[in-house]
Antibody, heavy 122, light 107 residues
Framework: EVQLVESGGGLVQPGRSLRLSCTAS????????VNWVRQAPGKGLEWVGF??????????EYAASVQGRFTISREDSKSIAYLQMNSLKTEDTAVYFC?????????????WGQGTLVTVSS | DIQMTQSPSSLSASVGDRVTITCRAS??????LNWYQQKPGKAPKLLIY???SLQSGVPSRFSGSGSGTDFTLTISSLQPEDFAAYYC?????????FGQGTKVEIK
């Protein structure tokens, strides 16, 4: 069974850093790209960024709202992806989801974790 | 960047109704359009990918259509478990934008 489990969320002060983890199981992690998506309280979904699989260069792309502050990385030997969040702002408060990116006539997010809440507040 | 616009933002419907949600892209995205369903407090779930392909395990009352800039999600006969929020998302280019969502509520 495919599973994604996020961890590392919590309360953090503005300007500080936090690292989220996404631990995968039930599939060959290294064969897939991983995306991060967030959802502010009562709001819609916002794509944060993703990391390609190593076979496609392992490179990353980010939303403009987090570019330069957030970094996505992966450790395929442990089946874990990370979201390093620096210089956090109050507007980064959200539930953060990691997703597996499938491909079949286009990319889509076929499995999601349950999400982890990040609250940025003084 | 490609912008995705859904309509309506919310709708009220009854069990058994046919429901249609539309999604418009700010430029052509071919058929690179996905639909997700999200229930309160839960992670989103993939319903439709590549504009019209039904994800495994999703009931056949859900269908998707469209290409280019205009897309629709149709629920042929609304069931109690379908009351949720629905999001479209383009996968044509980065950033992989979502629509703002459509909340389907009970009339």
């Amino acid at each position: 069974e495919v599973q994604l489990v996020e961890s590392g969320g919590g309360l953090v002060q503005p300007g500080r850093s936090l690292r989220l983890s996404c631990t995968a199981s039930g599939f060959t992690f290294g064969d897939y790209a991983v995306n991060w998506v967030r959802q502010a309280p009562g709001k819609g979904l916002e794509w944060v960024g993703f990391i390609r699989k190593k076979g496609h260069g392992g490179t990353t792309e980010y939303a403009a709202s987090v570019q330069g502050r957030f970094t996505i990385s992966r450790e395929d030997s442990k089946s874990i992806a990370y979201l390093q969040m620096n210089s956090l702002k109050t507007e980064d408060t959200a539930v953060y989801f990691c997703t597996r990116e499938g491909y079949n006539y286009g990319y889509h997010f076929d499995y999601w974790g349950q999400g982890t809440l990040v609250t940025v507040s003084s | 960047d490609i912008q995705m616009t859904q309509s309506p933002s919310s709708l009220s419907a009854s069990v058994g109704d046919r429901v249609t949600i539309t999604c418009r892209a700010s430029q052509s995205i071919s058929s690179y359009l996905n639909w997700y369903q999200q229930k309160p407090g839960k992670a989103p779930k993939l319903l439709i990918y590549a504009a019209s392909s039904l994800q495994s395990g999703v009931p056949s009352r859900f269908s998707g259509s469209g290409s280019g800039t205009d897309f629709t999600l149709t629920i042929s006969s609304l069931q109690p478990e379908d009351f949720a929020a629905y999001y479209c998302q383009q996968s044509y280019s980065n950033p992989r934008a979502f629509g703002q969502g459509t909340k389907v509520e009970i009339k």
